[in-house]
């Protein structure tokens, strides 16, 4: 039977800047852009599945066409009647980039609201992959409802995976982010954070302060990202210490860590080896950067 990675979140209409004012539009978000490199490395024993909402527009029918294409299934992508998806820009000034989002009133922040959905969804799936970017879109409701579902997937025998992605402006407050990225922790097998977001938000001192911290939350394993530098881990087997891969001239950093995600994941699914798994994801992640945007041939 085939096994399955399913990716929770929500995916973005991009605009990104060329010349101009000239656009080129794309479609990415975190959870999207690990399920994106997933569908690459994973061979054909494995289905791809992203589960989320859209509208029923033209834009939101492009997107969801967009990620069918991908390889990735759509059959958990839910349009919702009389909603749209969500959308940023990446304007360039003088080499610099910004970004602005419209994303408030997105489709995807109800992904949660069909409870039945999600249990079938989850329960269909090996591997299942959130972030704290797909709780913090979500209603305090929906929130609960999406960590409910996650933990009796859980343990009906679906390993959870989770990258917590601290982003404290799309929160009320950095205490509610705090509790939420911990509550989610607690349902998790394996974490996947960044280092240096952690120790804003978290005070971690060193990367293995925030390894033993989701450890201590239940976690069997924790991979901390840390830019540039050493990447640590913490599982049975103790703290690892394993040595980025230098790169050069770094282009754009856009989805490194979901880059990094993906290449450890698919590598750790094949066989359960930690540090070949955490070489593939700094691998991918190296390339990832090397170019511009999310998604990189
Ligand atoms: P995020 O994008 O989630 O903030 P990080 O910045 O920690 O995550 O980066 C994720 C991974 O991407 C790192 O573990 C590393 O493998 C790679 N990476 C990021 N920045 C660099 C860099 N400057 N040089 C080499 N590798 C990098």
Redesign the pocket.
């Known amino acids: 039977m085939k096994r399955s990675f399913l990716s929770i979140g929500e995916c973005m209409v991009e605009m990104a800047s060329i010349a101009d004012r000239n656009y080129r539009l794309g479609f990415a978000g975190d959870t999207f852009n690990t399920a994106w490199y997933m569908r690459r490395l994973l061979g054909g024993a494995w289905d791809v599945a992203y589960f989320t909402a859209v509208g029923d527009d033209a834009i939101s029918t492009q997107m969801t066409d967009f990620i069918r294409n991908s390889g990735i299934r759509t059959v958990f992508v839910r349009p919702l009647p009389g909603c749209t998806v969500g959308l940023y820009m990446i304007q360039l000034d003088q080499g610099e980039r910004s970004f602005s989002y419209w994303r408030s009133n997105s489709a995807a922040r109800k992904l949660a609201n069909d409870p039945s959905l999600l249990e079938t969804a989850l329960t269909s799936a090996s591997l299942a992959y959130f972030s704290g970017i797909t709780l913090a879109i979500l209603q305090p409701e929906g929130r609960t409802e999406l960590l409910n579902a996650i933990s009796a997937a859980r343990r009906k025998g679906v390993t959870v995976a989770f ?1 917590p ?1 601290l982003r404290p402006r799309l929160w009320d407050t950095p205490e509610m982010m705090r509790q939420a990225v911990m509550s989610a922790a607690a349902v998790s097998d394996i974490i996947l954070p ?4 952690e120790a804003h938000f978290f005070g971690d001192a060193m990367p293995q302060a925030t390894a033993s911290r989701y450890a201590e939350a239940g976690a069997s394993l924790v991979v901390v ?4 530098g050493e ?1 640590v881990s913490l599982s049975g087997g103790g703290i690892g210490r394993h040595d ?4 050069d001239s ?1 282009v754009d ?1 856009t ?4 880059s ?1 995600n993906a290449g450890f994941l698919a590598g750790y699914l094949d066989k359960e080896d930690l540090a070949p798994a955490i070489k593939a ?2 691998d991918l ?2 390339k990832v ?1 090397s170019k511009h945007g999310a998604l990189v041939d």
């Open positions: 990258d992605n960044s280092h240096e977001d990202k840390n830019g540039p990447i980025p891969v230098r790169v770094v950093t989805a490194a860590g979901d990094f994801g700094a992640a190296a950067i």
